[in-house]
């Protein structure tokens, strides 16, 4: 019984990983390690519990995921506890159907307790690389007046503006770039400190260009005079030349929009 219940309590373990943090991923939501440690042990030994238990399965299995996602995610209203838990099942019920897919296509025995860890952590790699890419075909409801920011770049406020079609990231650093008047360059650099100077290419109508840029740490941003994220390092390109300054001076990217700032939310 005591192997019995330890190979339950890993399989259990790789399971609970995987889907706690894809849905914290998928729905944008900040928590800390030491809570997704805590949150993913706990959710293992109910799920032990689960198994042995002469409970109703089903009941017993609802109630627990709603008391686990509410230690998990605090979240402030019942709606919003509620569209966690139906993202959840969710993404569970896609994670079983992958690994029933990769257990077929590898031809493996998912009753050998091995072969169950190696097509879990399998499906799990696949599993991720699908989900974190799955907000970026959700372009719909997006308003325009959503896309606004403010910039706090050491004190100074820049007007930005999401650009959807905008996806320009360096490739040895995987740092987003955001583009600013070239007007702003000389009072943002001149407050900035240890700059790292770097060339980043943009795809334009004429080609393939190599632009002038800085990585820069700590910029703030702000919509409605509420901190919406701090980004600790992304790329400063000064190469715009905005014909309607009274709109914004800087371009944000479509990844920074989704993974930095707020996203197309649950």
């Known amino acids: ?140 409801n997006i308003k325009s007046r959503d896309l606004y920011y403010i910039l706090d770049i050491n004190g100074i406020k820049v007007k930005a503006f999401v650009d959807t079609g905008n996806n320009v990231k360096d490739p040895v650093t995987l740092l987003d770039v955001i583009f600013l008047d070239e007007k702003l360059k000389e009072d943002i650099l001149a407050r900035q400190k240890h700059l790292q100077k770097i060339n980043v290419e943009v795809i334009t109508v004429n080609g393939n260009d190599k632009k002038e840029a800085y990585i820069v740490k700590d910029i703030v941003i702000y919509k409605d005079k509420k901190i919406i994220t701090k980004l600790d390092k992304i790329i400063l390109s000064f190469t715009l030349n905005s014909s309607t300054p009274e709109k914004y001076s800087a371009i944000i990217g479509y990844d920074t929009y989704l993974e930095s700032i707020e996203g197309v939310v649950l």
């Open 1 to 140: 019984m005591k192997i019995y219940l330890d190979y339950i309590f890993l399989e259990n373990l790789v399971i609970n990983i995987v889907i706690i943090i894809e849905t914290i991923i998928f729905t944008k939501s900040k928590v800390s390690t030491k809570r997704k440690i805590v949150i993913i042990l706990l959710d293992t030994i109910i799920s032990c519990v689960y198994v042995i238990s002469s409970f109703n399965k089903y009941i017993f299995h609802i109630i627990f995921s709603f008391l686990i996602l509410w230690l998990l995610f605090k979240p402030k209203t019942i709606i919003e506890l509620i569209k966690k838990v139906i993202c959840f099942y969710m993404l569970y019920i896609l994670y079983l159907g992958l690994i029933i897919s990769v257990a077929i296509i590898l031809k493996l025995n998912l009753e050998k307790f091995l072969n169950k860890i190696v097509i879990y952590i399998l499906s799990g790699m696949i599993f991720h690389f699908m989900c974190k890419d799955l907000w970026k075909m959700w372009k719909t």
